[in-house]
């Protein structure tokens, strides 16, 4: 009974193509958010808990490959195709700068202080954005030996990760001397890195393994071969007793950390699932897919309260929550009920 409680997502639509990465931030005093980012150059800000829409960044001129939070949920930042990382307010849905790159930025990430934005892409250059004086030149770590596919920070923000799209392993650069300390080798490109919240390990998806690293000695934890070729993989938070992974063969697969054995399978997407990750308190965890969907899973059984009123496989997907937590979240972002007109138009258009 548990499995097929788990089996019933919050279905959320808006994007009009495929949804390539998620971003869940940390709990904050207003509840935990979800930003997405899609080919379809819109990323979205969403109720984390229960998928409700609050509004759509617009400025981005091509596909938008990452996307990510603040530590306070205050700013957003996104990478694109069209040569530039952008800065949002994540309360107006402002853009509050555009930094210019010289080819596609494919990652981007928030240091934890949140006073600097970390950059990669095709140009295989490792950038860092001031946040505070956006206007000044980032800095230029060292060259990547490949183009950049994901990066993120660690060690109170004194190291920071990368891995590249052509190039197996995931390297580690000293943000102090600048050069690469170490290399964490694997057998295909890594498509998915993930640093767990307490800072203990760092997961990796490539080719059909997922793998686990100490965060801290860079040693091999855990691996596992997946059933097909992964391209997303994330730790539970909380326990760190379970992970989910997602890729060619569209469904979300739930395995217990320890053993690697499957304890859960999750169809619904109707395409390949690009990225998967779990909510900051580890009760569910999110998937995207080449279907332009987002779904939200439930980690336990749902009450019957909640999967009354929470349709998630309804015919229009929507998701009901209080008069008062929509307004309370939605107040200020600017796009309002325009933004969604604007959202059903493009999908009329494409």
């Excluded at 001031?130 to 990066?151: H, K, M, W, Y």
């Excluded at 200020?332 to 604007?342: I, V, Y």
Aim: charge should be negative; aromatic fraction near 8%; hydrophobic fraction near 30%.
């Amino acid at each position: 009974m548990e499995k097929k409680k788990v089996a019933v997502p919050l279905v959320c639509h808006g994007h009009s193509r495929p949804v390539v990465d998620l971003f869940y931030s940390p709990i904050t005093p207003d509840g935990f958010f979800l930003i997405s980012a899609s080919k379809d150059s819109s990323p979205m800000l969403r109720n984390g808990e229960t998928g409700d829409w609050i509004g759509t960044f617009e400025g981005h001129k091509g596909a938008v490959w990452s996307c990510c939070l603040d530590t306070n949920a205050l700013c957003a930042a996104s990478g694109s195709a069209d040569f530039t990382a952008k800065l949002w307010d994540a309360l107006t849905g402002d853009e509050l700068h555009s930094f210019e790159h010289k080819h596609i930025v494919r990652a981007c990430a928030f240091s934890e202080d949140t006073r600097r934005l970390l950059t990669g892409g095709y140009e295989k250059v490792l950038r860092i954005c001031d946040l505070n004086r956006p206007d000044a030149p980032p800095t230029e770590v060292d060259n990547s030996p490949g183009s950049i596919r994901t990066v993120a920070w660690l060690h109170n923000d004194q190291t920071i990760l990368s891995s590249c799209t052509d190039i197996g392993g995931v390297r580690l650069w000293d943000l102090r001397s600048g050069k690469i300390v170490q290399t964490l080798e694997t057998k295909s490109p890594v498509t998915s890195t993930e640093v767990s919240l307490d800072g203990r390990y760092i997961t990796t998806a490539d080719g059909s393994t997922v793998t686990f690293w100490d965060a801290n000695n860079f040693g091999l934890v855990k691996s596992y071969n997946m059933p097909c070729n992964v391209e997303s993989a994330s730790l539970e938070p909380k326990l760190g007793n379970k992970f989910v992974a997602g890729g060619e063969d569209m469904w979300v697969h739930v395995f217990d950390f320890h053993t690697g054995e499957q304890i859960g399978c999750n169809k619904g997407h109707h395409g390949p699932v690009h990225c998967v990750r779990f909510a900051p308190g580890g009760e569910s965890y999110a998937s995207g897919s080449e279907d332009g969907t987002i779904r939200i899973w439930q980690t336990g059984p749902a009450s019957h309260e909640e999967n009354d009123s929470h349709s998630g496989n309804g015919p229009t997907g929507k998701v009901k929550v209080s008069a008062d937590e929509v307004t309370r979240k939605i107040q200020g972002f600017h796009l309002g009920n325009e933004g969604k007109a604007r959202e059903k138009d493009k999908v009329l258009d494409t």
